[in-house]
């Protein structure tokens, strides 16, 4: 397999410490996530494989899918997962000037404050691609969001890479705290179906709990 940056390390965490990349805490929690949904039978497929372990997740949704799937969007709700915004059109940061890229964010905060989300403590985000630039993270932070990482990144985007080497990138560097990073997108399905049913029962037997983020 290729080099691939799958767990986060300190140095990371530290220069880039306004960042959540992991949360630590006494109960043995772990913190699924899932990028850029809602996308149709993919997104209901993971909700019934959280359902089927009583596991819960933090959803990074697509503002354009949300206006798309309604519907499914409302299931992620219903099902009393988190939410959290990924911009409207899965933005690279790096390629996108500033007051377009807050306006894109906000954009899909818009579609996400037209559901009725009691359960919204925060505004959580996640930058496409884990790219943001330093003063566009400044402003967002300064609107209110938290801007959230991760511990460890699964790859199942990744067509180069078998479903096997997927599931271990995860189980292999899974610890309390951890935030793990999936996709409810058809790029991602092959791996992530084999992937994440596996993922969940390893959780299970080791005495894992699966959080959402607030």
Request: proline content about 4%; aromatic content about 14%; charged content about 25%.
């Amino acid at each position: 397999m290729k080099f691939q940056w799958i767990k986060t390390n300190w140095f990371i965490k530290r220069i880039f410490s306004n960042y959540v990349w992991d949360i630590p805490n006494t109960e043995n929690k772990v913190y699924l996530t899932f990028d850029d949904g809602p996308t149709p039978e993919i997104t209901e497929w993971t909700l019934n494989q959280l359902k089927n372990y009583n596991a819960k997740a933090t959803f990074f949704c697509i503002g354009d899918n949300i206006r798309k799937y309604p519907e499914i969007f409302q299931k992620v709700i219903s099902e009393e997962h988190s939410i959290g915004n990924h911009t409207y059109n899965h933005l690279n940061d790096w390629k996108t000037e500033n007051v377009k890229y807050i306006e894109n964010t906000n954009l899909c905060n818009s579609e996400i404050l037209k559901f009725e989300i009691c359960n919204l403590k925060s505004k959580l985000f996640r930058p496409p691609y884990g790219k943001i630039k330093p003063a566009q993270s400044k402003i967002l932070r300064k609107m209110g969001f938290k801007i959230i990482m991760w511990h460890i990144i699964s790859y199942d985007f990744d067509a180069s890479i078998t479903r096997e080497e997927c599931l271990e990138n995860v189980l292999k560097n899974i610890k309390s705290g951890s935030i793990i990073v999936f996709h409810d997108s058809k790029k991602a399905f092959q791996n992530l179906e084999f992937a994440l049913p596996r993922t969940l029962e390893f959780l299970k037997e080791k005495g894992f709990v699966c959080d959402r983020i607030d």
